[in-house]
């Protein structure tokens, strides 16, 4: 494991080189500054103020490409007090101590405030729930959050009360020593028992809403194994994940042709056919793994089958035994 970055570094020296030439701006500094943990979001935030700059001078395009040899030079701000408001939400805390929480996130609940909903999200759980201990490394708008779980899916996610502890999480999580596994109901017959999809994930150029497998994605490998088959149209699988894109898991099981039921996004539209009403897709992180940052010790978590995926999957068995 590497050690922690100077957190406290306000100003980065960073060099293209001829293997980086071409990319956008805003990607490259999420690859690059990736150890610091920054979000791509608040990177773009930091271009936009101005708080980049191009061979000296100020940058406010996040798609500027690059060219070998260019000089870049990023200020990041300390991170400032945050303007939400702690919400006294009910939190499913699996775990806590000094370094870090494990929490079991609701379906509906956002993991973290955007520019529209400001009120009702984890991080306004968090704020009430932690105080004044969570990380700063995401700034202002994402305290604590190493990673993140889409509105509708529900389950565990790690939550880091210090900076040290951020960084430590968010490494493994870019060495994959941190481990995900995933329930879900797809939709479709399976030949085999277990497979991978290698495909490269990326903003879907036909809507910006959706993500898509694209030729100039980001990596993605998302491993499958069947746990249960009713009348070769539906499964329940366990699925775990090398890379963290968004909406990965809903992504590569479309493009293999195996949707997620409920999927508003991604989705077949099969639910309507089936009168059946979800609350969204049929997902739960439901086990983690991952090295404790001060005990160096691995812990795993793991929580119960959530009620809808149960409530669905048996309304679907005794669906198919009376067709």
Known sequence: MNHPPNLTEAVHHLLVTEDEQGER???????????FALSRERLQGLIKSAQVQLNDKAETKAATKLKEGDRIQVHIPEAQPIPLQPQAIPLDVVYEDTALLVVNKPSGMLTHPTGREREGTLVNALLAHCGNS?????????PGIVHRL?????GLLM??????????LSAQLKD?????????????QFLQDTGTVNAPIGRNPKNRDKMAVVPDGRVAVTHWAVQDRIANKFALMDL???????????????????????????????????????????????????????????VTFEIPEDPEISRVWQWLSELSTLQ
């Open 25 to 35: 701006l805003d990607k490259y500094l999420a690859t690059t500054l990736e150890e």
């Open 240 to 298: 775990s994940l090398e890379t963290g894109r968004t909406h990965q898991i809903r992504v590569h099981m479309a493009h293999i042709g195996h949707p997620l039921l409920g999927d508003p996004l991604y989705g077949s539209g099969v639910e309507k056919i089936l009168k059946l009403k979800t609350q969204g897709q049929l997902l739960q992180a439901f086990r983690l793994s991952f090295i404790h940052p001060i005990s160096e010790e691995r």
């Open 150 to 154: 889409d509105r509708e899916t529900s």
């Open 134 to 142: 969570l990380s700063g490394i995401n700034g202002m708008i994402r």
């Open 176 to 188: 994959k020593t941190a481990r995900r596994n995933y329930r879900a109901i797809v939709q479709g």
């Open 159 to 168: 939550v880091a009360k210090t900076d040290a502890a951020h960084f430590h």
